[in-house]
């Protein structure tokens, strides 16, 4: 069944180190996109990509790194000057990088800080 | 500024019975899209209903149908015969226009709707 992968489902980190969460899609989609959920909250955009080897940053991009060497491939690091890492974040997907379709989400991964 | 405005934070529904969740929005795009979102406990985001500005006609997806009132700029959700398995954060987004915002969303706050036996 084609859809998107994201892994680990919980992470932890500890003070100064880096952690890389992974997302991978098979549905063969240009777009790829990393979302973070505080609770309560709605998402917010942390960076996205229209296509491979290019990325933008969204509206809360200071402290995360990403990479698109793949088409089905968009990890998220997330780095050491992220000083509020402990977050739900998602990951999504669409097939076109312009229009209106929509988009689909994985199943997410819980970021929490040991 | 564009942005999406959920003003119920949190609404109780009976079983078999509709509710409608409100959404408004803020844009001077002449082209964007709205979408509905489900949230479970578990956390996935599982994508409900489309409209497009452009839609003559309010989008229906089963149980799920949006009020789309252009002029009000407000997408409204209703769910028909509610089950307890709709009980779940709804979330509103929005798409701004086709060209050079790389096709992300703009989302609302949320609202948590539980349903009662």
């Known amino acids: 069944d084609g859809g998107i992968t994201q892994s680990p489902k919980y992470l932890f980190r500890k003070e100064g180190q880096n952690v890389t969460l992974s997302c991978e899609q098979n549905l063969n989609h240009d777009a790829m996109y990393w979302y973070r959920q505080d609770p309560g909250q709605g998402l917010r955009l942390i960076y996205y990509?229209?296509?491979?080897?290019?990325?933008q940053k969204g509206d809360i991009a200071e402290g995360y790194s990403v990479s698109r060497e793949k088409k089905e491939s968009f990890p998220l690091t997330v780095t050491s000057a992220q000083k509020n890492p402990t977050a739900f974040y998602l990951c999504?997907?669409?097939?076109?990088?312009?229009?209106?379709?929509?988009?689909?989400f994985g199943d997410g991964t819980r970021l929490s800080i040991l | 500024a564009q942005k999406i405005t959920q003003t119920q934070p949190g609404m109780f529904v009976q079983e078999k019975e509709a509710v409608t969740l409100d959404c408004t929005y803020d844009?001077?795009?002449?082209?964007?899209?709205l979408f509905w979102y489900k949230q479970p406990s578990s956390g996935e985001m599982i994508f409900l209903i489309y409209q497009g500005s452009y839609d003559q006609q309010n989008a229906t997806e089963g149980r799920y149908s949006l009020n789309f009132q252009k002029a009000r700029k407000s997408a409204n959700l209703v769910i028909s015969a509610s089950q307890l398995g709709d009980s779940a954060m709804y979330f509103c987004a929005m798409s701004p226009q086709i060209y050079n915002q790389g096709g992300k969303l703009i989302f609302g706050q949320g609202t948590e709707l539980s349903v009662k036996p």
């Open positions: 999504a997907s669409k097939m076109e990088r312009q229009g209106h379709q929509p988009q689909h």
């Open positions: 844009t001077s795009d002449p082209s964007y899209g």
């Open positions: 990509s229209q296509i491979v080897n290019d990325f």
